[in-house]
């Protein structure tokens, strides 16, 4: 069987254009993944830091490195998209912003909160 030559082939990936409802579809995946491991990294802090007194010290001392307050803001930023994301789904399952337009909306709102809410985590841990 032979492929048609009629259909325009476009290998170059810098030319692709996802709709801003796909971006923000695949930053809520990844915002998910990014929670998931950063949970580990916050845990394992958390049970530092109750051990002892000593390592309640030591804890703040690595909080204190910019490399930690970047994964801390990190996870934060993440968390914050992750729940405007999902608060936007609870809303499309309710009914609203399940049309084209609604969900470009939608997707659009999502992200300037998020953003927000991002820059004050940022402001936060900083």
Do not use: C
Not at 3 to 9: E, G
Not at 30 to 58: C, Q, T, Y
Not at 72 to 80: D, E, F, T, Y
Not at 84 to 100: F, I, P, Q, R, S
């Amino acid at each position: 069987m032979a492929l048609s030559t009629d259909r325009p082939v476009n290998l170059d990936l810098g030319t692709f254009r996802f709709p801003i409802t796909a971006i923000a579809s695949i930053m809520h995946r990844i915002s998910g993944v990014i929670l998931f491991f950063g949970s580990f990294i916050l845990l394992a802090l958390l049970g530092m830091s109750l051990e002892s007194e000593a390592g309640f010290s030591d804890t703040l001392a690595l909080l204190d490195h910019w490399l930690m307050a970047f994964v801390v803001w990190g996870v934060l930023a993440a968390l914050a998209y992750h729940f405007v994301a999902g608060v936007k789904h609870l809303l499309m399952d309710m009914g609203y912003g399940e049309t084209l337009e609604s969900g470009q909306v939608f997707a659009k709102v999502s992200l300037a909160i998020a953003a927000v809410l991002i820059v004050f985590a940022g402001v936060w841990v900083w």
